[in-house]
């Protein structure tokens, strides 16, 4: 089914030229500006990877990492080597994002929307530690991106490329892979029996080549089950039942990022109607649902859905009537992000709002990251509010989540 929107074959050469030296300069300066603010080792489980790496076990708890970890070491030196990894990933992934927009959307909405994805505040993050969140900024739009080609041009390259991208991206952050594993079999349903066959193989061995040594390690040196790691993980979970605090703090870890990252474009959320909608939503759905009806950790989380999210409202400013207001939108979203990555300073816990910011939000800023800030432990009692930072050592506190962060 042919898109809506112009393809690559339906563009001027001085468009494609435009959209190259565009993209070059969205990957150079992403990967730049991601250098300019990193910093050392600190956030979640970034040390555990570390230590996995240096004793050449490369599996922490479940899923485990076995390929990001393996990947990491190497590099003669690890903790460099996984930030200048998540450098490139947040800069590829940048650039695959633009890859999807024009295909979807015409300038300068393409451009402006691939500006956006560059700032959001927690993908800015997810580029400056030493975590496997930054994969899904490059792998979920890259994947969606190849299937885009692949409609346009059914080619085997472009189908071998889509079943690679989705088995490394899986490999990378194996939760995300299954969220997104959805979407490939939508893909798959549209496709001519023979191409069913040969991506079902190809994704099948390609991901068999990191799960076989991941579950072999974590077997060895892991033994607890991704069972017992989720029930510690599950206690607001609304399909077990479990409606309490822990709920209401699940929900607030989804949509106050979320919120914060697509600002006033998340007006043209449900707006869009194109031959791509259906993909995109699937894209989206599966991972959101999980967060919100099970378990959430920490904003980086929604790396893997946050290009659908922001797709879809592109999608619906191109179909808005006024193309003004799209522009304005997506440049206060743009604005909204730097000003809080860059500007974001610590609030007294004057209360339980004051608290839900720092930890939610603040957590994911470029003050975090150059000051260790990881405030880890929230409870919530009343009107007071008692917080605990990793960085200051105060004593545990009983938590809103019993345990945070991970990959």
């Avoid at 030196?77 to 490139?88: D, Q, R, S, V």
């Avoid at 300068?108 to 900024?137: D, K, M």
């Avoid at 904003?299 to 893997?304: E, K, Q, T, V």
Wanted: aromatic fraction near 12%; charged fraction near 10%.
């Amino acid at each position: 089914m042919p898109l809506e929107t112009p393809t690559e074959g339906q563009v001027s050469r001085s468009s494609r030229s435009f959209a190259l030296l565009f993209s070059l300069g969205l990957g150079v300066g992403v990967f730049v500006l991601r250098a300019q603010t990193s910093g050392p080792a600190y956030f979640a489980d970034a040390k555990r990877h570390l230590a996995a790496i240096a004793n050449h076990t490369y599996i922490i708890q479940p899923p485990g990492y076995w390929l990001f970890n393996r990947i990491g070491g190497l590099f003669p030196n690890p903790e460099h080597g996984l930030l200048a990894m998540n450098w490139c990933l947040s800069a590829l992934g940048c650039v695959a994002f633009y890859g999807c927009a024009r295909r979807l959307v015409r300038a300068p909405i393409a451009e402006l929307g691939a500006l956006l994805y560059a700032t959001v505040f927690f993908a800015w993050f997810s580029g400056n530690i030493h975590s496997t969140y930054a994969s899904q900024l490059l792998f979920a739009p890259l994947t969606f991106y190849l299937m885009l080609r692949y409609r346009e041009n059914p080619r085997l390259a472009w189908l071998f490329a889509v079943s690679a991208s989705f088995s490394l991206g899986a490999g990378l952050r194996p939760s995300d892979g299954a969220f997104l594993a959805p979407l490939l079999l939508l893909f798959a349903l549209r496709l001519p029996r023979r191409h069913q066959v040969l991506l079902g193989i190809t994704t099948t061995l390609l991901c068999l080549a990191w799960l076989v040594p991941n579950q072999l390690a974590q077997h060895h040196y892991h033994p607890k089950s991704a069972g017992e790691q989720f029930a510690e993980v599950a206690q607001g979970a609304v399909v077990l039942g479990r409606v309490n605090l822990y709920t209401v703090s699940n929900a607030l870890r989804f949509f106050l990022p979320l919120g914060l990252a697509l600002g006033p474009s998340s007006f043209f959320l449900f707006r869009g109607r194109s031959a791509a909608t259906p993909l995109l939503w699937t894209w989206v759905v599966p991972g959101s649902a999980f967060f919100l009806l099970l378990s959430i950790s920490d904003a980086p989380y929604l790396d893997c859905v946050l290009g659908g999210f922001l797709l879809l409202c592109m999608v619906g400013m191109a179909t808005a009537p006024r193309n003004r207001a799209a522009v304005a939108a997506l440049v206060g979203s743009i604005a909204l992000n730097c000003l809080f990555y860059l500007e974001f300073r610590p609030l007294p816990p004057r209360g339980n709002t004051y608290a839900v910011v720092g930890k939610d939000l603040g957590n994911f800023s470029l003050y975090a990251v150059k000051h260790q800030l990881w405030i880890k432990k929230l409870q919530l009692r009343g009107t007071g509010t008692e917080m605990r930072s990793e960085r200051t050592g105060a004593a545990p506190l009983a938590s809103a989540k019993p345990k945070e962060g991970g990959g």
